[in-house]
């Protein structure tokens, strides 16, 4: 059976460079839109707010089991706001990143993913050569399939999926893009495409979406379903047996109805 995790999920989407703004308006777009349809709960630090401080203070109180970023990066560190340090290879980091699932738009940074799952990491997605989409004016056409490709790793963990589920949904979303990519930027999908890497638990299931509970009562007049026996009782109640009409005594039986033990009180009507 794959290990559950707590539905929460953690976004970084620094601001401060062209680069960035692309990877930060997909993830809004296709990330995080995911996570309101499934009502997966969510913490979003976008620019000046996506620092170190407020990452990692939001880890130990949130607690998510997934987190989505964007950032630069090389082989030993990847960033947050203004290029600040988020995450290393130190022990640290990996305490800070234990038992959870992280995929990460940042350049080289996959060269760290065998380290830190040795480190409690349940999952690393990322890139082990630099990232290189085509863009033109932001927002652009020409960047989308790249990030639709990326991010839909984060979109398939958001469906309750586990993370080998979501590494092959997004291996095959990658040859889909690519499929209907012109020459020129197919070239750079494909080497991103070759880089990409997941390291660590296949089956971890960082976004556990609960199925709706089915209907646990049942009339047995007319076989309507209902999910609490409040709600049966209450279709019973007024299906079945609606109000009594009003009904008007007579003069003469409010006098004389209790000879004939009548169950109307005198005094009603």
Not at 81 to 109: H, I, P, Y
Not at 154 to 164: D, L, P, Q, T, Y
Not at 242 to 266: Q, T
């Amino acid at each position: 059976m794959p290990l559950l995790a707590t539905p929460r999920v953690v976004f970084s989407r620094p601001e401060h460079d062209s680069a960035c703004r692309y990877g930060s308006y997909h993830i809004l777009d296709i990330a995080i839109a995911e996570a309101k349809k499934n009502g997966v709960a969510f913490r979003d630090f976008m620019a000046e707010q996506a620092t170190r401080d407020n990452i990692w203070s939001c880890f130990d109180t949130f607690d998510p089991a997934l987190f989505v970023m964007v950032g630069h990066g090389n082989p030993q560190v990847t960033a947050c706001q203004n290029n600040e340090v988020l995450f290393d290879r130190s022990v640290e980091s990996g305490m800070k990143l234990k038992d959870r699932c992280a995929t990460f738009l940042s350049c080289s940074w996959g060269q760290a993913a065998k380290d830190l799952v040795h480190l409690g990491m349940k999952g690393f997605h990322g890139y082990t050569e630099d990232f290189v989409f085509v863009a033109s004016i932001f927002p652009d056409t020409y960047a989308s399939p790249f990030m639709r490709a990326h991010l839909e790793f984060a979109r398939v963990c958001e469906n309750g999926k586990s993370c080998g589920e979501a590494f092959e949904a997004c291996r095959q979303k990658w040859l889909e893009e690519i499929a209907n990519m012109d020459s020129y930027s197919a070239r750079f999908a494909k080497a991103d495409y070759e880089s990409m890497v997941f390291e660590g638990d296949a089956e971890f299931v960082p976004t556990p979406i609960e199925p709706p509970h089915p209907p646990t009562q049942k009339c047995c007049e007319c076989g309507a379903e209902f999910d609490t026996c409040d709600d049966l009782l209450a279709h019973i109640r007024f299906d079945h047996f609606p109000p009594c009409k009003e009904y008007k005594r007579p003069g003469w039986c409010k006098v004389f109805g209790w000879i004939v033990n009548c169950p109307i009180p005198s005094e009603g009507t």
